[in-house]
């Protein structure tokens, strides 16, 4: 069944602004020299869902900490590749149905000691984290000052501060990894990446409660992206987990 538009004072609604988190690099954003969003996994992704809506999507990158507040506000209409367990605004967001699956893996530097069991672990040590985003698996040894938590801007910058011995660990998805390893061939012998998964967490669509657009529209043209293999493909291109 087609996507319809819901009307508003002025006409119909003919667009949806979709945010990314700005911080997020490749395979997920992918920007220009100039710093203007130009593609990537999650910029696909919107692409799709607008096409699917027949409505034009107008990209809005923002910091990790703005995404909540501008949906809650109706500044905003969407945010994909998101958790109700990532935000404490869990319940007055809508959540679409999943999406894509993350998942995240520690990181330490090659030939050093380091144990599978992450509790064991992570004891006494330091983690680069990106700010702004939540671990809920180590918020207790973090509390209980087991954990230093060192926040960091984006994933290079962690994989700078776990390089320079600033800190001890990282915790990051798959796809950064590899994008990084990509990015850097000279760091792959530098770092061991953990066996064991340290978060595999179901995404979705957050949409604001104050958007034209409803959760109905919206997961009917995520069914219809996952029924024609669209997003099967987007996770086959950007090499994420499906």
């Known amino acids: 069944m087609g996507a319809t538009t819901l009307p508003v004072c002025s006409g119909e ?45 107008v990209n809005v990158p923002l910091s990790r900490r703005r995404i909540e507040p501008d949906l809650l506000s109706g500044q905003s209409d969407i945010n994909c590749y998101l958790s109700p367990i990532w935000t404490e605004a869990r319940e007055q967001l809508l959540w679409s149905d999943p999406i894509l699956p993350q998942i995240e893996r520690v990181v330490g530097r090659a030939r050093e000691p380091f144990n ?10 330091s983690v680069s984290t990106q700010l702004g985003y939540h671990y809920p698996r180590i918020d207790n040894l973090i509390e209980r000052g087991e954990v230093k938590r060192l926040d960091e801007n984006s994933v290079p910058m ?76 987007l996770a086959l291109r950007y090499k994420v987990s499906y």
């Open 116 to 125: 599978e069991d992450i509790d064991k672990d992570f004891s006494g040590k």
């Open 158 to 233: 962690m994989f700078k501060a776990l390089l320079l011995k600033h800190s001890d660990r990282l915790i990051t998805s798959e796809a950064e990894i590899a994008a990084y390893v990509k990015d850097h061939p000279e760091g792959r012998d530098k770092i061991h990446v953990g066996k064991a998964i340290f978060s595999n967490t179901p995404t979705y669509c957050a949409l604001s409660p104050k958007s034209q657009l409803s959760l109905g529209q919206l997961n009917s043209a995520i069914a219809r992206l996952k029924d024609n293999g669209t997003i099967k493909r």
């Open 13 to 57: 609604v003919t667009s949806f602004r979709y945010t990314i988190v700005e911080s997020m690099g490749y395979p997920y954003n992918q920007f220009d020299e100039a710093g203007h969003l130009q593609g990537g996994l999650l910029y696909d992704l919107g692409q799709s869902i607008g096409k699917e809506l027949k409505l034009k999507v």
